[in-house]
């Protein structure tokens, strides 16, 4: 949810989200209470990231997009289906530290270890 709904003022509050694997859908809303006015005007209502699993193609519908004012009455927008691709290279792999960056960790993390046993005592 971006900071668009609340704006004003409004509290604002997430609805879901419902994510369905087995069908590959994601439900989610959010709304604003409170005595102010509504959020005026264009800006992101919301952001969804995806996380790669698998290299492939799908399309990325929107249905049943509803937005309302605080009356509450139905504010006719316009959406945009998408398309993803992901490719081998966009899936992330682990990544082992090289040794040197590793040894550095190792001894920073023993010096807090060290001060922290120091200002304990």
């Known amino acids: 949810m ?28 959010a709304f604003s209470y409170g005595e102010q006015a509504g959020a005026d005007g264009s800006d ?34 316009e959406t945009r289906d998408g398309h993803v691709a992901v490719l081998e290279s966009h899936l992330r792999r682990p990544q082992l530290l090289p040794r ?6 190792t001894m920073v993390w023993g010096s807090i270890v060290a001060l922290s046993q120091q200002l304990g005592s």
């Open 44 to 77: 992101v209502l919301a952001t969804v990231s995806f996380s790669p699993q698998a290299v492939g193609e799908s399309n990325l519908l929107l249905q049943n997009v509803q937005v309302l004012n605080t009356v509450p009455e139905k504010i006719p927008i």
């Open 2 to 29: 971006g900071d668009f709904l609340g704006s004003t003022g409004r509290n604002t509050s997430p609805v879901g989200p419902d994510i369905d694997n087995g069908t590959g859908t994601v439900d989610f809303g």
């Open 100 to 105: 040197a960056l590793w040894e550095k960790l």
